[in-house]
T-cell receptor, first 112, second 117 residues
Framework: KQEVTQIPAALSVPEGENLVLNCSFT??????LQWFRQDPGKGLTSLLL?????REQTSGRLNASLDKSSGRSTLYIAASQPGDSATYLCAVGNNAGNMLTFGGGTRLMVKP | EAQVTQNPRYLITVTGKKLTVTCSQNMNHEYMSWYRQDPGLGLRQIYY???????DKGDVPEGYKVSRKEKRNFPLILESPSPNQTSLYFC????????????????FGPGTRLTVT
């Protein structure tokens, strides 16, 4: 059974810092990996999706990488801002396309 | 606007009183799914549907039912709610066909916060 782990569980950084969030998964037979943002009490907003054949995806200040063989993904946030404060969730899609397995999330706080 | 909608957004009910949470998407997606989110347990899949009249269990299906009579709608039914079903529920949808949007990129609804007393 796929297991997804996110480290650290919480992170506090000063504004302007570059930071990396980590996601690891146990079964490398994945279809894709998706990073989401969740604000308190709100829904999930998709940030980036990486197909299993891809190595990375970029959107603005965000860059996500995928190393399927080692079961790892990272989300890089450049020049962090207080508005980036949220919980970031990593989710792995299985090959059948019928299930996302989520990590526990990293709660990020960016201090002004 | 492409979106997944859920209703109601907030619901307080009593044990045993049947309820339905509706989910609708306007993106013509084949795949729809329900998740629940609980502190310390994260997001877990309840049921999913690959297309009309095709549904299957996820990780935590006990106490829930679903139906998929139309492509756009995927209601979640709690026949006899219990306090351990108090949770934040999310509906999601995605296209499962290559060439249509990004296959399996999931879009989530705003969530339904359910409290069962």
């Amino acid at each position: 059974k796929q297991e997804v782990t996110q480290i650290p569980a919480a992170l506090s950084v000063p504004e302007g810092e570059n930071l990396v969030l980590n996601c690891s998964f146990t079964d490398s037979a994945i279809y894709n990996l998706q990073w989401f943002r969740q604000d308190p009490g709100k829904g999930l907003t998709s940030l980036l999706l990486i197909q299993s054949s891809q190595r990375e995806q970029t959107s603005g200040r965000l860059n996500a990488s995928l190393d399927k063989s080692s079961g790892r993904s990272t989300l890089y946030i450049a020049a962090s801002q207080p508005g980036d404060s949220a919980t970031y969730l990593c989710a792995v899609g299985n090959n059948a396309g019928n299930m996302l397995t989520f990590g526990g999330g990293t709660r990020l706080m960016v201090k002004p | 606007e492409a979106q997944v909608t859920q209703n109601p957004r907030y619901l307080i009910t009593v044990t045993g009183k049947k309820l339905t949470v509706t989910c609708s998407q306007n993106m013509n997606h084949e795949y729809m799914s329900w998740y629940r989110q609980d502190p310390g347990l994260g997001l877990r899949q309840i049921y999913y549907s690959m297309n009309v009249e095709v549904t299957d269990k996820g990780d935590v299906p006990e106490g829930y039912k679903v139906s998929r009579k139309e492509k756009r709608n995927f209601p979640l039914i709690l026949e006899s709610p219990s306090p351990n079903q108090t949770s934040l529920y999310f509906c999601a949808s995605s296209s499962s066909l290559p060439g249509q949007d990004t296959p399996y990129e999931q879009y989530f609804g705003p969530g339904t916060r359910l409290t069962v007393t």
